[in-house]
C-alpha cells in the first residue's frame, strides 16, 4: 500500500480519531502524519497562536515544518466540546502544551478551534484556530442549562 493510502488508512474512522492522530504528529513532529489529517482542499485555513492566517496545505506544511524544526509539540487536547454533524464535526479544545523551561517543564493553555470534515477519504482537518497561550488554566464559563421539574 503507498504511503499516503496508508497513512489515510489510519485516520478513516471518525473525526475523534482524526484529531487524536493530528495531536499525536504534532508530539511526534511527523510533518507526514501530521499532513495526513488534513483535507486536500485549497481553502483549509490554520491560524497558530498569534499567528497568521495559513491559507492552504502548502503554507499550512511550510508553518509545521518550521515549527518542527525547533523540536516537538508537547500537546494534549482536553476539555473537549463538540458540536456533531452528518458531514461537520466541531471540536473546541483547551490544548494543555508542556514548555521546556530552565526550571524544568512547565504547562501553557491554548484554547483551539478544530472543524472536520467528512471526505471520501474519511475524516480530515479543513480547520485549526488557535489562541495565544496562557500559564494558567483559563476556565470555562458556560449557562448552567434550566431544569424544569
Known amino acids: 500500500m503507498p504511503k499516503d493510502k496508508k497513512l489515510a488508512a489510519l485516520i478513516a474512522g471518525s473525526a475523534g480519531e482524526t484529531e487524536a492522530a493530528f495531536y499525536q504528529a504534532l508530539q511526534e513532529g511527523d510533518i507526514e502524519k501530521l499532513m ?3 483535507a486536500d482542499e485549497d481553502e483549509i485555513i490554520c491560524v497558530h497562536p498569534g499567528g497568521p492566517r ?4 502548502r503554507a499550512i506544511r ?3 515544518d518550521a515549527l518542527f524544526s525547533n523540536g516537538t509539540v508537547r500537546a494534549w487536547p482536553e476539555g473537549v466540546r463538540k458540536i456533531e454533524m452528518l458531514a461537520c464535526s466541531v471540536h473546541n479544545v483547551r490544548e ?3 514548555i521546556l523551561t530552565p526550571q524544568g517543564p ?6 483551539a478551534t478544530n472543524v472536520y ?3 471520501a477519504q474519511g475524516w480530515r482537518m479543513v480547520a485549526h484556530h488557535a489562541s495565544p497561550g496562557a500559564e494558567q488554566e483559563p476556565q470555562e464559563v458556560s449557562e448552567t442549562p ?3 421539574h
Do not use: N
Open 106 to 111: 512547565q504547562h501553557a493553555y491554548v484554547i
Open 36 to 38: 495526513a489529517c488534513w
Open 54 to 57: 495559513l491559507v492552504g496545505m
Open 96 to 98: 494543555r502544551i508542556e
Open 146 to 148: 434550566h431544569i424544569l
Open 62 to 64: 511550510l508553518a509545521f
Open 117 to 119: 470534515q467528512k471526505t
